[in-house]
């Protein structure tokens, strides 16, 4: 089964710092191009961040750039995106998702996608 | 940024109804590089339609999609009781990818 279960999350000061993680199993992890895409409670989608299959090329929205670091491990299937100078408006849901299509083929469509988790930045 | 503006903002319809959706860009979006996913309560997005027309793997065929350009409609022939969800478009031709802010399809 293809899937992606993420972990991390949680509740965080202003300012503060929080490492959140996806596990990826039942397709060729290191095919795909990887995102990051948040909700705000009750608001609606924003992506976030995106690394290329190999790992070459990373991505940013202007929100995050600078703060946000996006990396893989293609040895251990897994995705993660290091969040730091957090701020009130960071608070959401945030989703790791897979790329549509596979490796220079990336789309930055999103055909699978994690359960989500919950970063809450309390001011 | 591509900036897309969906309506209806909620859409009241019946079981065995038509609902018909649209998504306006800001600007033409490059090779109609459009998506639908549909999201339920505590729920992932689901991804419906990609490329415009194209029913993503599993997707039942009363889920199509047209449009080109700045116009893109999301069309569900015979609403089932699951269809009642929110739903947002997403443009991917230019970057950055950007979303709706979506559509709620309520029972009426």
């Known amino acids: 089964e293809v899937q992606l279960v993420q972990s991390g999350g949680g509740l965080v000061k202003s300012g503060g710092s929080l490492r959140l993680s996806c596990a990826a199993s039942?397709?060729?992890?290191?095919?795909?191009?990887m995102h990051w895409v948040r909700q705000a409670p009750g608001k609606g989608l924003e992506w976030v961040s995106s690394?290329?299959?190999?790992?070459?090329?990373?991505y940013y929205a202007d929100s995050v750039r600078g703060r946000f670091t996006i990396s893989r491990d293609n040895a251990k299937n897994s995705l993660s995106l290091q969040m730091s100078s957090l701020r009130a408006e960071d608070t959401a849901v945030y989703y790791c998702?897979?790329?549509?299509?596979?490796?220079?083929?990336?789309?930055?469509?999103?055909?699978?996608w994690g359960q989500g988790t919950l970063v809450t930045v309390s001011s | 940024e591509i900036v897309l503006t969906q309506s209806p903002g909620t859409l009241s319809l019946s079981p065995g109804e038509r609902a018909t959706l649209s998504c306006r860009a800001s600007?033409?979006?490059?090779?109609?590089?459009l998506t639908w996913y549909q999201q339920k309560p505590g729920q992932a997005p689901r991804l419906l339609i990609y490329?415009?027309?194209s029913r993503a793997t599993g997707i039942p065929d009363r889920f199509s999609g047209s449009g080109s350009g700045t116009d893109f409609t999301l069309t569900v022939s015979r609403l089932e009781p699951e269809d009642f969800a929110m739903y947002y478009c997403?443009?991917?031709?230019?970057?950055?990818?950007?979303f709706g802010q979506g559509t709620r399809l309520d029972i009426k």
């Open positions: 998702a897979r790329d549509r299509g596979q490796y220079n083929d990336y789309e930055d469509t999103f055909d699978v």
């Open positions: 039942g397709f060729t992890f290191t095919s795909y191009t």
């Open positions: 600007q033409t979006v490059n090779n109609n590089f």
């Open positions: 490329g415009a027309s």
């Open positions: 690394i290329t299959s190999a790992g070459s090329y990373m």
């Open positions: 997403q443009q991917y031709g230019s970057s950055p990818a950007t």
